[in-house]
């Protein structure tokens, strides 16, 4: 029996988010706890559908999308600093660890492929962290239900989800998306290796006038003192306005790392380039969308995507369908 297809189209009322008074945009980039335990479910699941496919052609059930970065702490100074207490990252969720493939049943070591994906996920983020020191992974990674096993079985879901897109971008968005990744680039580091990869970009326009505030983690062994510091925040926001003023009609304005107090001594400097060593802890769904920014002037889910089984979850499938479709 064919499948019926429900498409509706209609024109949406009201102003465009570029021609509204106030937008706001938010990007939480490469190296900021959210984006980070984001990248970890998501390099779980990676390594265990490429585990599935090669040993039995097929994706089998699993959802890891429950994880828990919690902070450590550390000791950074100017010249280099400790990590005094590893990052933990803790992940919960179902994957099939048993499976009989051609009539022999064979054990999945899923423990063993969680750890090693996480870990070289952040080997390959985060340029100035010592994996084996500062990073411990745990996972508590259970059995699914016979029940949601069989579905999979048959490619069928087992739940209900929204998907939302948008496009194309405003100008707000587009500028707070290009800044992130432009700090983040690898030409960006060879010139400034004193910027770590955990940058957070927020974004408020008013009008014609775009102010943007940079949460920029710097890395302290490529930073001798306080003077090299400031002179570093001052070229980088230099370039940034020489680099995002050429491209836009808006009134740049761009603030670096606001809360630093150069009088109390007061900076935000990091040993590994992230606030994940000691600032601040992060949460699966708390970070971008699949739109790689927070735009909370538009409908969006609240679903989140990373770790989520990309053959049959309809909380991911949809939400990057309806992104695509946008787009």
Same mark, same amino acid.
Do not use: W
């Given at each position: 029996?064919?499948?019926?297809?429900?498409?509706?189209?209609?024109?949406?009322?009201?102003?465009?988010?570029?021609?509204?008074?106030?937008?706001?945009?938010?990007?939480?980039?490469?190296?900021?706890?959210?984006?980070?335990?984001?990248?970890?479910?998501?390099?779980?699941?990676?390594?265990?559908?490429?585990?599935?496919?090669?040993?039995?052609?097929?994706?089998?059930?699993?959802?890891?999308?429950?994880?828990?970065?919690?902070?450590?702490?550390?000791?950074?100074?100017?010249?280099?600093?400790?990590?005094?207490?590893?990052?933990?990252?803790?992940?919960?969720?179902?994957?099939?660890?048993?499976?009989?493939?051609?009539?022999?049943?064979?054990?999945?070591?899923?423990?063993?492929?969680?750890?090693?994906?996480?870990?070289?996920?952040?080997?390959?983020?985060?340029?100035?962290?010592?994996?084996?020191?500062?990073?411990?992974?745990?996972?508590?990674?259970?059995?699914?239900?016979?029940?949601?096993?069989?579905?999979?079985?048959?490619?069928?879901?087992?739940?209900?989800?929204?998907?939302?897109?948008?496009?194309?971008?405003?100008?707000?968005?587009?500028?707070?998306?290009?800044?992130?990744?432009?700090?983040?680039?690898?030409?960006?580091? !060879?010139?400034? %290796?004193?910027?770590?990869?955990? #940058?957070? +970009?927020?974004?408020?326009?008013?009008?014609?006038? /775009? *102010? $943007?505030?940079?949460?920029?983690?710097?890395?302290? !062994?490529?930073? %001798?003192?306080?003077?090299?510091? #400031?002179? +570093?925040?001052?070229?980088?926001?230099?370039?940034? /306005? *020489? $680099?995002?003023?050429?491209?836009?009609?808006?009134?740049?304005?761009?603030?670096?790392?606001?809360?630093?107090?150069?009088?109390?001594?007061?900076?935000?400097?990091?040993?590994?380039?992230?606030?994940?060593?000691?600032?601040?802890?992060?949460?699966?769904?708390?970070?971008?969308?699949?739109?790689?920014?927070?735009?909370?002037?538009?409908?969006?889910?609240?679903?989140?995507?990373?770790?989520?089984?990309?053959?049959?979850?309809?909380?991911?499938?949809?939400?990057?369908?309806?992104?695509?479709?946008?787009?």
């Amino acid at each position: 029996m064919p499948v019926k297809r429900f498409i509706h189209t209609e024109e949406l009322d009201g102003k465009p988010v570029s021609l509204q008074e106030v937008e706001i945009v938010e990007r939480k980039g490469l190296g900021h706890p959210d984006t980070l335990i984001d990248g970890a479910c998501e390099s779980m699941s990676l390594a265990l559908c490429d585990y599935y496919e090669q040993n039995f052609g097929r994706i089998l059930h699993h959802n890891v999308d429950k994880g828990l970065l919690v902070g450590g702490e550390s000791a950074p100074k100017f010249g280099g600093g400790k990590v005094i207490k590893p990052i933990t990252i803790l992940v919960a969720g179902r994957a099939v660890s048993e499976y009989t493939h051609r009539g022999v049943k064979q054990t999945i070591p899923v423990g063993e492929i969680a750890d090693n994906a996480v870990r070289s996920f952040l080997k390959g983020t985060i340029r100035n962290i010592n994996i084996d020191k500062d990073v411990e992974v745990q996972f508590r990674i259970r059995n699914p239900s016979s029940d949601l096993s069989y579905l999979s079985e048959r490619g069928i879901a087992n739940d209900t989800s929204i998907g939302v897109g948008f496009a194309p971008f405003s100008e707000t968005e587009r500028i707070t998306l290009e800044i992130e990744r432009f700090l983040n680039l690898d030409g960006t580091k !060879k010139i400034f %290796p004193e910027i770590g990869e955990d #940058i957070k +970009v927020m974004a408020l326009r008013r009008g014609r006038d /775009l *102010d $943007v505030t940079v949460a920029m983690a710097m890395v302290d !062994k490529y930073i %001798p003192d306080k003077s090299h510091y #400031i002179s +570093v925040i001052q070229q980088v926001h230099e370039k940034l /306005l *020489d $680099v995002f003023s050429k491209g836009t009609s808006l009134n740049l304005s761009i603030k670096i790392n606001n809360a630093d107090n150069y009088e109390n001594n007061s900076f935000y400097l990091t040993v590994t380039g992230t606030s994940a060593e000691c600032g601040d802890d992060g949460n699966t769904g708390r970070g971008n969308r699949v739109t790689g920014l927070i735009s909370p002037m538009r409908m969006y889910s609240m679903e989140a995507t990373a770790g989520k089984n990309p053959t049959i979850h309809t909380g991911k499938i949809y939400n990057a369908l309806a992104q695509f479709s946008a787009e």
